[in-house]
């Protein structure tokens, strides 16, 4: 089955430490990208990437890396930078152009104490 | 720039009701437009989509027309049913000089009563 996965569903972390969030797809899909979900608010880009070892800043980055060695894969660190990191993250991926919608996975739940 | 604006919520309906939900956006361009759902402790599914103007994206009963005049993309459904319960999100496609990037509106939450 096709699809983007993200693990883990949960995820708990003491303040201070760096925690990185998985994100894989085997839809072939060029493009992918990193959001943030706060309770009842709207998703907000932090990082996307539209080719393999090229990577640019969304709107809220401060705090957040990314690596994108393989299509398939793009993996996102919250650093002990980020002032509030409990949320819910969403990755997605899509092909380029304009006509292709993203698809998203299930979501990964930080919370930090 | 480029933005979507959506109406507001929450949504409350009784169980056959009809629904609509406003959205309006801002682009450059042709932009495709999609609406999203989103139910509790999930990611986004897309609903429908329409990627050129008068176009109409349907899907599970929901209708959406891309009206280049108004630049509007309403999401109708005409009875709705408890399981549509969810957050609805309008977005849109643009091109900027770093790819084709999106820009979602800020979610419109929708309970479906019996």
């Known amino acids: 089955d096709g699809g983007i996965t993200q693990s883990p569903k949960y995820l708990f972390r003491k303040e201070g430490q760096n925690v990185t969030l998985s994100c894989e797809q085997n839809?072939?899909?060029?493009?992918m990208y990193w959001y943030r979900q706060d309770p009842g608010q709207g998703l907000r880009l932090i990082y996307y990437?539209?080719?393999?070892?090229?990577?640019q800043k969304g709107d809220i980055a401060e705090g957040y890396s990314v690596s994108r060695e393989k299509k398939e894969s793009f993996p996102l660190t919250v650093t002990s930078a980020q002032k509030n990191p409990t949320a819910f993250y969403l990755c997605?991926?899509?092909?380029?152009?304009?006509?292709?919608?993203?698809?998203f996975g299930p979501g990964t739940r930080l919370t930090v104490t | 720039g480029n933005s979507v604006t959506q109406m507001e919520g929450p949504v409350t309906l009784s169980e056959e009701a009809f629904l609509t939900i406003n959205c309006t956006y801002t682009?450059?361009?042709?932009?495709?437009l999609f609406w999203y759902v989103q139910y509790p402790g999930e990611g986004l599914q897309l609903l429908l989509k329409?990627?050129?103007?008068?176009d109409k994206g349907s899907n599970k009963g929901f209708e959406a027309t891309y009206r280049k005049e108004t630049t509007s993309f309403h999401l109708e459904k005409g009875s709705v049913q408890v399981s549509d319960s969810a957050v609805y999100f309008c977005?849109?496609?643009?091109?900027?000089?770093?790819?084709?990037?999106?820009?979602f509106g800020t979610g419109t939450s929708l309970t479906v009563i019996p």
């Open positions: 997605a991926s899509s092909f380029s152009g304009l006509a292709y919608e993203q698809y």
């Open positions: 839809l072939n899909h060029d493009a």
């Open positions: 990437s539209q080719i393999v070892n090229d990577f």
């Open positions: 682009a450059t361009g042709y932009p495709s």
């Open positions: 329409a990627t050129k103007a008068d």
């Open positions: 977005a849109l496609s643009s091109y900027s000089n770093t790819g084709n990037q999106f820009y």
